[in-house]
């Protein structure tokens, strides 16, 4: 056998070794109960919000609703972003709801700040 032949060989074996890895690989959790949350941030007149969702079953929709407005304009996005009033402490609400139908809300507050960060 030729050194090239050995080495097509050897490298043939390592890919079957870690394809078979792959193959053997856990199966994947199951989905678990749909969780949502936002981390927002307020810059200079400013709120910046991310959604935040885990569990139950893709694909989600994500409907943003801020200080009870609800705004389709930022549907199904993960960032967002709203100008506010210094001082101010608006509400950022989520409501978001996976394949199953199966809905989950998270709610939450942010001063507005002024100026520079």
């Not at 949350?37 to 307020?42: G, H, K, L, T, V």
């Not at 893709?58 to 609703?65: E, N, S, V």
Request: charged share 10%; proline share 5%; net charge positive.
């Amino acid at each position: 056998m030729s050194r090239l032949s050995r080495s097509v060989s050897a490298v043939a074996l390592v890919a079957g070794v870690a394809g078979a890895m792959l193959v053997g690989a856990a199966p994947a959790q199951a989905a678990g109960t749909l969780t949502a949350s936002q981390y927002c941030e307020s810059i200079r007149n400013s709120i910046f919000c991310e959604a935040i969702v885990a569990g139950g079953t893709a694909p989600y929709t994500i409907k943003w609703h801020y200080n009870g407005y609800y705004f389709p304009q930022h549907d199904n996005k993960t960032y967002v972003s709203w100008g506010c009033q210094p001082y101010t402490t608006p509400q950022s609400k989520i409501v978001v709801t996976d394949a199953t139908g199966a809905s989950v809300t998270s709610i939450t507050n942010r001063r507005c700040t002024g100026g520079a960060p």
